[in-house]
Structure formats: structure tokens, C-alpha cells
């Protein structure tokens, strides 16, 4: 097993997420959709969608597959959709949920098949932004954390389906 370098404890993240929530709330208003992408940003959007709870907000919540790592540690850059985009978008105010914006490929297939799908005024929201790693023109509306390169996982990150279960944002030593 490689070792998990702790990267932000179980408090940072819940302090993170109690502010993104403030400003996901101010931005959104009470009535949107939120389209989170599986499988990483599962224990995310759980927190998110609590949080919004508290402040007033009633998102709808939906989850969308989207692959684009197979088992490997790097993106292959060509995402796709698994399982179908929720009906009744037509019109929604929507908020796109991942968990790592990294080259980008991923959330700008998310977004533009949201779109497509004729949602209303679309954002998106990311815990993690890997800014260095950008190949695609997109950056998030609301993001949690802007890091460094370097493989992440747990709060229900994985490699390999693995590491999910850890309450902790942590880096895989190497990876
Ligand atoms: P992108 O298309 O390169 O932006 O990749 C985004 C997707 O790749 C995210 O939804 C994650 O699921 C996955 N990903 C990117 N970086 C990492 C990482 O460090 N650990 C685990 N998954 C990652
Ligand atoms: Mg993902």
C-alpha cells in the first residue's frame, strides 16, 4: 500500500464546505439542480448539500457516471458519460459538482452535456482545483481548494476504487 500524506484534516475541509456553501447559496439562490459527478465527488456533495440545507437552499439532487481514468492514475482526456443526464433540466438553474478540476476534459463535458440537455444558467463547483494541470479553458465558479500536483484521495476520492472510505483529503506518497 502506498503511504497517504495528509493533505487537509477532516476540520479544514468541513470549514471549507460551510464557506463554499455561503457563497454556492448567495450565487444559486434557494431553486436549482445540483449534477454531481460520480464517483469521486459522492461524500462532497453529501457535505454540500447539507450545508446548503442549513442556509435555506433546496437543491435537487442528482448523480451523473462520468469516466475518464479507467484504473490508471492519468486522465485519458476523453470522458464519457455512464447512465443518462436527469430528464427534466429544461430551464433549471443548474450547479455541476465534481470533485477535482485537474486538465479540465471531464467538468467541460459535464457542463456543455448539461447545457445541451437545455438547463438554464449552469455553474460549476469543485473541491479541488489542480490549476497547473489546465488543458481545457474552463475554470469552476465555485472552488474549494486550488493545490498542487500530486495524486489525491479519500472524502470519497479514489485510485484504483480505492482509499474513498478515508475522512481526509490526503496524497498518494507515489503514485
Ligand atoms: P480532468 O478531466 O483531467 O479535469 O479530470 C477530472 C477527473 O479526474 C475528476 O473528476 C477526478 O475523478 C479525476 N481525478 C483528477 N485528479 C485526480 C486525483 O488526483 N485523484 C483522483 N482522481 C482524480
Ligand atoms: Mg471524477
Redesign the pocket.
Given at each position: 500500500m502506498a503511504e497517504v500524506r495528509l493533505l487537509f484534516d477532516e476540520r479544514r475541509i468541513a470549514g471549507r464546505v460551510e464557506a463554499l456553501a455561503d457563497a454556492v447559496a448567495a450565487g444559486m439562490g434557494p431553486d436549482f439542480t445540483i449534477v454531481a459527478?460520480l464517483t469521486?465527488a459522492f461524500v462532497f456533495t453529501a457535505d454540500l448539500a447539507r450545508a446548503l440545507g442549513r442556509r435555506g437552499a433546496r437543491p435537487r439532487i442528482e448523480f451523473v457516471g462520468i469516466k475518464?481514468?479507467g484504473d490508471a492514475t492519468v486522465?485519458s482526456g476523453r470522458?464519457v458519460l455512464v447512465g443518462n443526464l436527469p430528464p427534466d433540466l429544461s430551464g433549471r438553474r443548474v450547479l455541476v459538482v465534481?470533485?477535482?478540476?485537474?486538465?479540465?476534459?471531464?467538468?467541460a463535458f459535464a457542463r456543455d452535456a448539461v447545457r445541451a440537455q437545455g438547463a438554464g444558467e449552469t455553474r460549476t463547483c469543485v473541491l479541488l482545483d489542480?490549476r497547473a494541470r489546465r488543458e481545457m479553458p474552463i475554470e469552476a465558479d465555485f472552488t474549494g481548494f486550488t493545490i498542487e500536483d500530486g495524486?489525491?484521495?479519500g472524502y470519497g476520492?479514489?485510485?484504483a476504487q480505492d482509499y474513498r472510505y478515508l475522512p481526509y483529503l490526503g496524497v498518494l506518497e507515489d503514485a
Open positions: 459527478l469521486g475518464s481514468y486522465s470522458p465534481d470533485d477535482i478540476l485537474d486538465t479540465g476534459h471531464a467538468l489542480k495524486f489525491v484521495v476520492i479514489d485510485c
